[in-house]
């Protein structure tokens, strides 16, 4: 059984405690002689309530959804290097980073009230040189600081619950990632490093095992599936890069 079933029967087993520890409040009220309306009332507001908390908590299992180890120093000196040279740059608090092994180009960004975090695939340093792997870690960086970040985080848990990912979207907008390119160049001022790695990207692939429902977390299309994922083609990022 893979991390997403495990992740799957986590969802449902902490949604069915929420549901039975509702009804076990609203029974308890109505022992104490409340009313059925009264009772009833709590039991709601107490579903609503942890339903909430559960959001919030989803948050933090997003990450073991998505994978990873930890990247140290030692064995991923590039990635370290250049982020470091970002952050202090322009002032970013530095992020966690992760390195999940795909041979993929592409990386996700997570962020929780505690910490940001990056995810590479392992395959983006194998095919990025220097200056490309700037431009795709600057579009991340300038991604993680997104204030809708938190609550795509959020949806990303929901989606996990197989009957509400029929209630939630989680396509991104060609407009949004169009605009994040151009903000990252402004990081590295250099367009061409980001257009190199997007062509790259498109070359080698950005494909990632079971990301249906955290597609919106990674800055290129991570499905195969740009029809419905909502991410622009790398053509089209690159044809409007090259008009800066």
């Known amino acids: ?24 409040l609203g029974i308890l009220v109505r022992a104490f002689g409340f009313s059925v309306g009264i009772s009833a009332g709590v039991s709601v507001l107490g579903f609503f309530s942890m339903f909430i908390f559960l959001g919030r908590w989803g948050s933090s299992q997003v990450q073991h959804q998505v994978g990873g180890r930890v990247a140290t120093q030692e064995e991923f000196p590039r990635l370290h290097n250049a982020i470091d040279g ?3 740059s322009h002032g970013i608090e530095a992020p966690v980073l992760r390195v999940l092994d795909a041979p993929s180009v592409n990386v996700a960004t997570l962020s ?26 600057a579009l991340a960086l300038v991604r993680m600081q997104e204030p809708m970040l938190t609550k795509e985080m959020q949806k990303s848990f929901w989606m996990t619950i197989p ?3 029929h209630f939630i979207r989680n396509a991104v907008k060609t407009d949004d990632i169009l605009l994040l390119d151009q903000k990252s160049v402004a990081l590295t001022r250099f367009p061409p490093g980001l257009i190199g790695a997007l062509e790259a990207a498109d070359q080698e692939g950005t494909f990632v095992e079971g990301s249906s429902s955290t597609s919106q977390l990674w800055v290129l299309d991570p499905t195969a599936q740009l029809a419905t994922s909502g991410h622009p083609s790398a053509s089209l990022r690159c044809a ?5």
């Open 163 to 165: 009957f509400a990912r």
């Open 86 to 88: 970002l952050c202090l």
């Open 240 to 244: 409007a890069l090259s008009e800066l």
């Open 1 to 24: 059984m893979n991390n997403n079933s495990l992740n799957r029967i986590r969802t449902f087993l902490s949604l069915l405690t929420l549901v039975l520890l509702s009804a076990v």
């Open 112 to 137: 929780t009230k505690k910490e940001n975090t990056l995810v590479v695939t392992s395959g983006t340093f194998l095919n990025l040189g220097v200056v490309e792997l700037e431009g795709l870690l």
